[in-house]
């Protein structure tokens, strides 16, 4: 298995930016699909968007289109998620999941995930 390490969540304003990451070490990155969740307290886990092992392909979440954007890079082994536009409704603890096969949107279908990063917006 892969393991993963989020990073680059905090406390943003509405309508600010974050980029969150995620590194991955272990077996080689690039074999796997990855995959963005978030959980907001009380709530089931929720599918955020996923990205091919090359990067080639990328789907999000209807609701998050174009506010989201995943990219990665198998040079750094590491996945990224740019969240603009974001609103007191996108708090949650975001999670990135490692899988072989790509086109999975539920989070316990996946191989790794990470221990979370805490995003937490202001009204």
């Known amino acids: 298995q892969v393991r993963l390490v989020e990073s680059g969540g905090g406390l943003v304003q509405a309508g600010g930016s974050l980029r969150l990451s995620c590194a991955a070490s272990g077996r080689a990155f690039s074999g796997y699909a990855m995959g963005w969740f978030r959980q907001a307290p009380g709530k089931e886990s929720e599918f955020v968007a996923r990205i091919s092992r090359s990067g080639l392909s990328t789907y999000y979440a209807d609701s998050l289109k174009g506010r989201f954007t995943i990219s990665r890079d198998n040079a750094k082994n590491t996945v990224y998620l740019q969240m603009n536009s974001l609103n007191p409704e996108d708090t949650a603890i975001y999670y990135c999941?490692?899988?072989?096969?790509?086109?999975?949107?539920?989070?316990?279908?996946?191989?790794?995930r990470g221990q979370g990063t805490q995003v937490t917006v202001s009204s």
């Open positions: 999941a490692a899988s072989p096969r790509y086109g999975l949107e539920n989070m316990n279908e996946y191989d790794s």
